[in-house]
């Protein structure tokens, strides 16, 4: 695999992320130095990680560069809120919620086609700095034919009317990053509680599915 594509850095360590996001981390961060053959990632955590967390997203940072031949440099750092994030030459990968939002945090990618998978990184992007403790997961699927875009907010528990807004305009956000294909969008905030039994989607994909059990 090469990284010289920001977009597909950016969905494999979407894709190796699934079901270890944990409420302590805080971003991920990604780079790539295409010269050197480095693909850099950062997990910044509130507070100490536990040995459980640092083996899982060890292994995360695997999963994202199984197929490369780029030698990895990853790092798991303690940096308490509010701290700010450091980005230097990075992306986010991942960001949750937090009081003080960090600027600039999406970056401007570009969509050749509706594809689903461009449909994830749209997601990825917009889900930046909007994920909270009751999200479960997000799953994201298209119809070429009818031009629908379907995306599920999928939560459990009550939710406030700001994270409710928070989540629409993230859905608002994915959408209008993909407007030029002239989709019809389905989107829904669905609640579903957690039962003891990990959540999996009957269609689509993930663009994003936090840690459980």
């Known amino acids: 695999m090469e990284y010289e594509s920001l977009e597909y850095s950016l969905l494999s360590t979407q894709r ?28 910044y955590c509130d507070g100490k990680a536990s040995e459980k967390m640092i083996d899982l997203w ?52 570009t969509y050749e086609k509706f594809s689903v998978g461009n449909v994830q990184l749209a997601a990825q992007q917009a889900l930046l700095g909007v994920v909270t403790p009751e999200l479960r997961a997000v799953v994201v699927d298209v119809e070429e034919k009818q031009k629908l875009l379907y995306v599920r907010f999928y939560r459990h528990g009550e939710i406030s009317n700001e994270i409710k807004m928070l989540w629409l305009g993230a859905m608002k956000d994915a959408s209008n990053e993909l407007n030029k294909f002239e989709y019809t969008l389905d989107g829904q905030i669905v609640r579903l509680d957690f039962c003891g039994e990990q959540f999996r989607s009957e269609r689509g994909r993930y663009a994003y599915m936090r840690m459980e059990g």
């Not at 302590?24 to 997990?43: C, K």
């Not at 440099?73 to 960001?95: Q, T």
Request: proline content about 5%.
């Open 16 to 43: 190796a992320l699934f079901d270890v996001v944990t409420p302590e981390l805080r971003a991920v961060v990604i780079n790539v130095d295409t010269n050197r053959r480095i693909f850099f990632i950062y997990f």
């Open 58 to 109: 060890q292994c995360a940072t695997t999963e994202a560069t199984a197929d490369s031949n780029y030698w990895v440099d990853d790092h798991i750092v303690r940096l308490d809120c509010p701290k700010e994030i450091p980005l230097k030459n990075g992306v986010f990968a991942y960001l949750r919620k937090e009081p003080k939002l960090q600027l600039n945090c999406k970056k401007k990618l």
